[in-house]
């Protein structure tokens, strides 16, 4: 999509590998990823989702602040009967690197839905 913030596919194909290698869960989690808040991969309804967002990072040798790719992730939403819209984020500004996406994932799946490290 031309409005996305961050590439969605190859970011969600890579991060799923390396989430189903690091923790186990009792029952599949729903992940949607959305490039951007027009939210069409429905980031609201899924277990953890994924929208693009600006996110901040600091630069070593300068040490300004400088925008990079990154992602507000929304826990716990639902569908069915007992629907529930997640729809204030879990955490913002989250940037999308591999290094740093990751762990917040991992503890996100320990806390909220009982996953278990590998």
């Not at 992940?31 to 309804?45: D, E, F, L, R």
Request: one cysteine or more; aromatic letters at 4%.
């Amino acid at each position: 999509c031309g409005l996305a913030l961050i590439e969605t596919k190859n970011n969600a194909e890579s991060i799923v590998k390396k989430l189903e290698e690091r923790v186990s869960v009792e029952k599949p989690l729903r992940i949607h990823w959305t490039g951007c808040p027009n939210s069409c991969g429905q980031v609201q309804v899924a277990d953890i989702g994924i929208m693009g967002a600006p996110a901040r990072k600091k630069d070593e040798e300068t040490g300004k602040m400088l925008a990079i790719p990154g992602c507000n992730i929304f826990v716990g939403g639902r569908v069915g009967e007992d629907a529930h819209l997640a729809l204030e984020p879990y955490k913002k500004g989250v940037p999308l690197a591999e290094e740093e996406l990751l762990p917040v994932l991992v503890d996100i799946i320990k806390k909220e839905f009982n996953g278990v490290e590998k």
